[in-house]
């Protein structure tokens, strides 16, 4: 005589484990990063950096950089911030439509959301006064002033987080 047990327990156990592993790999966040710096130069014109970087296990899979230029109420008229987004413009053209520009009555923002592997710039702007105000875009990848960061990068967040505050910035 053969006994046959239910098979129905094991059979839902195993579903309900299958279901809780699928559910947890389907929740698990991705790592986000958030660094900034603020740097002032001649006449009060201040530079603030803020790198907003997605990183999923050891790679950068997502940057948003919002950089904004404050200018004193000196040089707070069109002529110098349609310039300064004018350069800008120039310097950053091949992200073509991932670069936003809003002009406010004393500051200029770049809002640049990069999801490939396109290559952002940080820490490329200066500030100079002679007679007139000037600035400077730093496009050379290979400059030890600048820091070029690209979606692809192989960080973890913490080796992202140590390479950021080994240039001056601040994050969580």
Same mark, same amino acid.
Request: proline letters at 2%.
């Given at each position: 005589?053969?006994?046959?047990?239910?098979?129905?327990?094991?059979?839902?156990?195993?579903?309900?484990?299958?279901?809780?592993?699928?559910?947890?790999?389907?929740?698990?966040?991705?790592?986000?990063?958030?660094?900034?710096?603020?740097?002032?130069?001649?006449?009060? +014109?201040?530079?603030?950096?803020?790198?907003?970087?997605?990183? =999923?296990?050891?790679?950068?899979?997502?940057? +948003?950089?919002?950089?904004?230029?404050?200018?004193?109420?000196?040089?707070?008229?069109?002529?110098?911030?349609?310039?300064?987004?004018?350069?800008?413009?120039?310097?950053?053209?091949?992200?073509?439509?991932?670069?936003?520009?809003?002009?406010? =009555?004393?500051?200029?923002?770049?809002?640049?959301?990069?999801?490939?592997?396109?290559?952002?710039?940080?820490?490329?702007?200066?500030?100079?006064?002679? =007679?007139?105000?000037?600035?400077?875009?730093?496009?050379?990848?290979?400059?030890?002033? +600048?820091?070029?960061?690209?979606?692809?990068?192989?960080?973890?967040?913490?080796?992202?987080?140590?390479?950021?505050?080994?240039?001056?910035?601040?994050?969580?």
């Amino acid at each position: 005589m053969v006994t046959r047990k239910s098979m129905t327990f094991p059979v839902v156990i195993t579903v309900m484990v299958i279901l809780i592993i699928v559910y947890l790999f389907a929740t698990i966040k991705q790592t986000e990063v958030i660094c900034n710096r603020t740097r002032v130069f001649d006449d009060d +014109v201040k530079v603030s950096e803020e790198v907003n970087a997605i990183i =999923d296990g050891k790679k950068i899979t997502e940057m +948003v950089v919002v950089k904004t230029i404050v200018l004193p109420s000196k040089y707070a008229d069109d002529t110098h911030r349609n310039s300064i987004k004018y350069s800008l413009e120039k310097t950053l053209g091949y992200l073509g439509d991932k670069v936003k520009y809003s002009i406010s =009555d004393n500051a200029i923002t770049v809002t640049m959301k990069v999801h490939k592997n396109e290559i952002v710039l940080l820490n490329n702007i200066d500030f100079s006064v002679n =007679d007139d105000l000037e600035i400077i875009v730093n496009s050379n990848t290979k400059s030890s002033n +600048v820091i070029p960061l690209t979606v692809g990068d192989n960080y973890t967040d913490g080796e992202f987080m140590m390479h950021m505050k080994n240039h001056g910035y601040s994050c969580k």
